[in-house]
């Protein structure tokens, strides 16, 4: 039986659209391929989807660019000056903004201000007076930041030392420690007194069993393996 000829119209069904595309594609690519091959063509065939998905088939050994010069030598056509005038007007606008943009610095720095009519020196003080609002309240903010991150630390620290005396006090109720004014018994005894304004504790421990000592001495005469003095501040 012979297949019966298709209608050439759109098809309506997006998936039936896809599939032929998809099938009729490969088939003009491999077409492309033999007839570059058979002939020693040069060919180039460019397509783009209904979804604007390129594909292309170009011959072995050359490419697209040199299809579309050998193209426009052959044709009389400069397909590329549309494109080339087109970048040229742009090239042109970005060198404009760029000479503004450079111009606007120097008159916030004071410069090039002879050529400004008394309206666009207004605007230009005020634009400057809303930048600096807005830098100094950055700065204040920031300024604020470090306060208060100092303040946490500073807290922290107050807590740490007052947990530290509260614990050395608990320690002077063990019958091991205990608290004594300066030049007190540093043999047995948790000894306090001032160093140059600044408070320190002398703790001594007990060994239950033997002593260690030293043949260095400290300020009170007891060995380094007894006494250990903790400086608090105020």
């Known amino acids: 039986m012979t297949r019966g000829k298709i209608q050439i119209k759109r098809i309506e069904n997006q998936t039936n659209r896809q599939v032929t595309y998809s099938k009729r594609r490969n088939g003009l690519f491999k077409k492309a391929h033999e007839l570059s091959i058979l002939c020693d063509a040069r060919v180039s065939v460019i397509m783009f989807s209904s979804s604007n998905k390129l594909h292309e088939y170009t011959s072995p050994n050359t490419s697209t660019k040199e299809i579309i010069d050998m193209y426009q030598k052959a044709s009389g ?31 916030r720095l ?6 400004l009519e008394i309206n666009d020196l207004r605007r230009l003080e005020e634009e400057m007076e809303n930048t600096t609002n807005l830098v100094r309240t950055k700065k204040f ?21 007052k947990t530290l005396i509260h614990e050395l006090e608990l320690r002077a109720e063990d019958p091991h420690y205990g608290l004594v004014d300066n030049g007190g018994d540093y043999e047995s005894v948790l000894g306090y007194h001032q160093i140059e304004g600044s408070r320190a504790y002398a703790l001594h421990f007990h060994q239950n069993h ?11 005469g007891a060995s380094a393996s007894d006494l250990i003095t903790f400086h608090l501040l105020e």
Do not use: F, P
């Open 141 to 161: 903010k920031s300024i604020g930041n470090k306060i208060e991150t100092t303040k946490k630390k500073n807290k922290s620290q107050e807590d740490i030392q």
């Open 77 to 107: 056509v400069d397909i590329w000056a549309s494109h080339y005038e087109r970048m040229q007007e742009i090239k042109k606008q970005l060198l404009e903004t760029n000479r503004n943009l450079r111009k606007q610095i120097k008159q």
């Open 210 to 220: 033997h002593h260690y000592h030293n043949q260095s001495s400290l300020h009170d």
């Open 110 to 115: 004071g410069e090039c201000l002879d050529e």
